[in-house]
């Protein structure tokens, strides 16, 4: 190490003021490096000796030093403690050799910061994979735990100058909020100075074509010139930071457009207000205003879907009751171990997965699977964490915990599918990558040869021109007017739509994926057949009799079955009898005092249990019933059987319409559903559909998404359960019905408030033409263009015409998008 006292700067790592006095040096074939510790002088060592030196030519860091949670933790060393590795060691999944975790890395301040991390991990040995998350600075990694540990990648990770920590949506969702803070802050100023700034345009512009003294011009223009500062460079500073950065990597994408639009009418106004000439601040300030509105409606977007993994976690609960002997004691449910018992009382949610030991109930899981009837279990049967249990009582042994719980698997790939999905590459952005060299190329032919004929003041106002005239004020606004319409006509067709990238995807839609259960159907069992014992010959009053006794039963009852057979007995006005002495059977069925009669309501086996008398044939028809998925349940008073009713789920109103008008629109139709393939078919029947997937599950349902997607095809998933987020996370676009679960509606791209099949048929509709509006604004803005660049290369546009020509080409653009209403 040398130090010195004749040189000071800056060092060449964390880029901190560094005094000459504490500067430590080594030499590299590019020149001396200063550092102004040892930590940095280390860190860039490595760096270099794994080639990755090109980290510190892309790197744009907002400010120097090493942030405080690193110097905190450099406190400790580079070795990660003991507390550190088991808090982490919590959040690690996989079987086998084969592991996976989610870290959050402190210390990222730009994308060149995660090209590191990505590399670093990549090289060292062991790690099979690692991918960063810019947005979160949340990292996903795969390892082999036979060839390096958890402690050895903290390590690793903390060598390149940063530190890894567990990933928590709390975290996530403080660093979205301060995104969008700033974001909102940027475009307030934004507006603000804007509106402003339109008060001094308009008296320059009535000066220019009526006459202004020149001393009122004077202080218009440099107010003009003080408002419109603060909008260009600091509203306008994160796109400056994006051009320059797009420049320096030699891709030039929208936001050089911006900014050679917003800098070039910003540097000729200055120029012309010192010269006498006219000024176009106004022009300058709209470009960063407008794009900015833009931005902040997405980052809005962004962060309410975010918060779909953080309600789906909510689901299970955090205590369990442990089961110690003859105690029972509360716990956090991150304290139960495998193998643990634990109880569950009636009407509480199952904390864990696990399998039943003791004790015979129903859960009702449509919250996590989606299947619309509960599920009876008993010893040896399997129960899934965050299912509700019914009226019996189960003691459960706990077979799966943390990260590999049924909901915790659901909640990751909901989580991989949203990191996955990219936004839609705008139209302008491709055809700005090839606009913008043509653009300079213009300007520059302009000045060489304006300055070959007149003086170079002219010459560089052509030139100027040129660059003015191309300002992308149209251009920026055909997209957004379009989408903005767009999104709201939606909205008052009661479509929620969370993007205008999702706007615009939704009209390349080749099939639409349909859940069954409350999606294509009510979500909800009705009586769809009522059947009389006795002579076998439908009648009302026998039908009514049957309903009749057994809605009076299932009075007590809070099972969906019951539920259904009052509301069907309310619907059609029966008058009920009191009861009594009510029991319910977990999973078998209810018997209550009816009438002077013990009535008995439930299974076959229920009824048979209790010497009642089946007429076979009529057995066998309730049989044949239940092959087209309706469920029978038998009604008897006292020993005599008085028939049965048979309840379904049976398809909304409208969704045969619905889907005669998906196929008329060549899209093809598919019902994706857990539920047994008879009920799956009886449903695709009735409304017109022939692809009919049954029996799956969730991590199923997105397989079979991705499964459509290798195919070519553009998939949306209808669906409207948390059974379905994860497949509404991997479809190209997710639509879910408002009636739905929280969790199926913040994973989706639209929610569907009218909670009909045809709300899905109009939102495609809806985007063919906001599609068909936004490929006309963009030929219009362009062609605006086209025709007017060689009208200013010719000298023959002074720039503040050319600025009312771009005024009109925007009204243009707006009156257009305004169509959509």
Known sequence: METSTAHSGRCDHCLLPVDGQDARYDDYPTGRKTFCCNACRAIYRMIQEEGLGEFYRKRDWRSSGIPKTLITAGDRGTEPDVEEL????????????VKEANLMIDGIRCASCIWLNEKVLERTPGILSARVNFA?????????????????????IRSAGYIARTFTPDAHEALLKQQNRDLLLRFGTAAFFSMQLMLFSFGLYAGFFQGIDPVSKHWLEYGALLVCTPVLFYSGWPFLKSAARGIRNRSLNMDV???????????????????????????????????????????????KASEAVTRLLALQPQEARLVQGTDRVIVPAARVLIGDLIEILPGEKVPLDGIVRQGTSETDGSLVTGESMPVDVSAGSEVIGGSLNGLGSLIVEVTRIGQDTLIAQISRLVEQAQAATAPIQRLADRISAYFIPVVLAASGATFWYSYHYFYVDHSLLNA????????????????????LAGTGFAARKGILIKGGDILERIHKVHTVVLDKTGTITTGKMSVVEIRGQGSGVRGQGEEKEIVQYAASAEQGSEHPMGSAIVRHAEQEGIQLYPFAAFKATPGQGVEAAVNGSVVVVGKRAYLEARGVALDPAIVQEAGLIENTGKTVIWVARGTMSLGYLALMDIPKEDSEAAVGLLKSMRIDVTMVTGDNAATARAIADRTGITSVIAGVLPREKSEEIERLKAQGKVV??????????????????????????????????????????KSVVQAIELSRKTFRIIKQNLFWAFFYNVAAIPLAMAGLLNPIIAAAAMAISSVTVVMNSLRLR
């Open 257 to 303: 457009l911006i900014v050679l639009g917003a800098l070039s009418a910003y540097a000729l106004s200055v120029r012309q207000m010192l010269m006498g000439g006219e000024v176009y601040f106004d022009t300058s300030a709209m470009i960063i205003t407008l794009v900015l509105l833009g931005r902040l409606l997405e980052n809005a977007a962004r962060h």
């Open 136 to 156: 979160t600075h949340r990292a996903q990694i795969r390892w082999d735990s036979s060839r390096i540990t958890l402690g050895r990648i903290l390590s690793r």
């Open 716 to 757: 949306a998933m209808v669906g409207d359960g948390i059974n379905d987020a994860p497949a509404l996370a991997a479809a190209d676009i997710g639509m879910a019905m408002a009636s739905g679960t929280d969790i199926a509606m913040e994973s989706a791209d639209v929610v569907l408030m009218r909670s009909d099949l």
């Open 464 to 483: 100027v021109s040129v660059l003015v005239i191309a300002c992308p004020c149209a251009l920026g606004l055909a997209t957004p007017v379009a989408v």
């Open 86 to 97: 088991e808090a982490l060691a919590t959040f690690i999944r996989g079987d086998g050799l």
